[in-house]
């Protein structure tokens, strides 16, 4: 059964019959509704059904440990579209570019992974160096379009692929502003020895727009 909450000429959401209402970001949306599966249905997946989920397999590690960095990084690209969360838009996005291989020996391919998206200018040249206490990020400056560009703050993104310990994700999300040209990511002493594959991308603190990432490569702390 659907509810008119705000009234008979208010949004609608539940369902009717075969159909579902819905509200998102304030608008109203309908959808086929969905039918719960048998054991059956999920026995005779197609080979495509399997394939996708085997890479989600591959993938759900590491999108799971970046939640949190995702829900602020994605937020942008998922206002965009009529994707629910900004873990259905990680998921979606990576499914793409960040798998490598052939079925069944599917990997992630770390070059192709996304860690944010969004309209703003990407970081320029970047490098990195192991320290004590961590990664050294260096950039240069480009051309922004905007002054208030400058003002942009570093979102860096560490992640320890280490099986023997277990993977980790270190992260800040509003780090130095691009016109310091540096940051620093510290990284846990427990963690030295270990390779992190690292990236970087700018944000926005004044809005949900953010930069492309870059992968800046895998480095041992």
Same mark, same amino acid.
């Given at each position: ?5 705000? !009234? ?5 959401? /539940? ?5 579902? %209402? ?9 959808? #086929?509704? @969905? ?13 495509? =059904?399997?394939? =996708? ?8 590690? *590491?999108? @799971?440990? /970046?939640?949190? %960095? %995702?829900?602020?990084? *994605? ?16 998921? !979606? ?8 291989? &052939?079925?069944?020996?599917? &990997? ?9 998206? /969004? ?10 160096? #192991?320290?004590?206490?961590? %990664?050294?990020?260096?950039? &240069?400056?480009? @051309?922004?379009?905007? #002054? ?28 130095? $502003? ?7 990511? $510290? ?11 690292? *990236?970087?991308? *700018? $944000?926005?603190?004044? #809005?949900? &727009? ?12």
């Amino acid at each position: 059964m659907a509810r008119a909450k705000n !009234g008979i000429l208010g949004m609608v959401s /539940g369902k009717v019959a075969h159909v579902e %209402f819905y509200v998102m970001n304030g608008k109203g949306y309908v959808r #086929s509704a @969905k039918t719960k599966k048998s054991k059956k249905d999920k026995k005779y997946r197609s080979e495509d =059904q399997r394939a =996708q989920l085997k890479k989600m397999t591959v993938l759900s590690p *590491f999108l @799971k440990m /970046g939640t949190e %960095f %995702f829900r602020v990084s *994605f937020r942008y690209k998922t206002r965009l579209t009529e994707v629910f969360n900004t873990a259905a838009t990680a998921r !979606g996005i990576n499914l793409i570019d960040g798998i490598k291989g &052939e079925k069944p020996d599917w &990997e992630i391919n770390w070059g192709g992974i996304s860690v944010a998206a /969004g309209p703003l200018s990407l970081p320029e040249n970047v490098t990195v160096s #192991s320290t004590e206490i961590g %990664f050294n990020f260096a950039w &240069e400056l480009g @051309k922004p379009a905007l #002054s208030e560009d400058y003002d942009h703050r570093a979102m860096i993104l560490a992640y320890d692929v280490d099986l023997e310990v277990g993977p980790a994700c270190m992260y800040e999300l509003s780090g130095a $502003k691009r016109k310091e040209l540096k940051d620093t990511i $510290k990284i846990p002493a427990s963690r030295r020895g270990h390779t992190h594959h690292l *990236f970087i991308a *700018f $944000k926005d603190t004044l #809005s949900d &727009e953010v930069s492309n990432s870059v992968y800046c490569g895998a480095h041992v702390f």
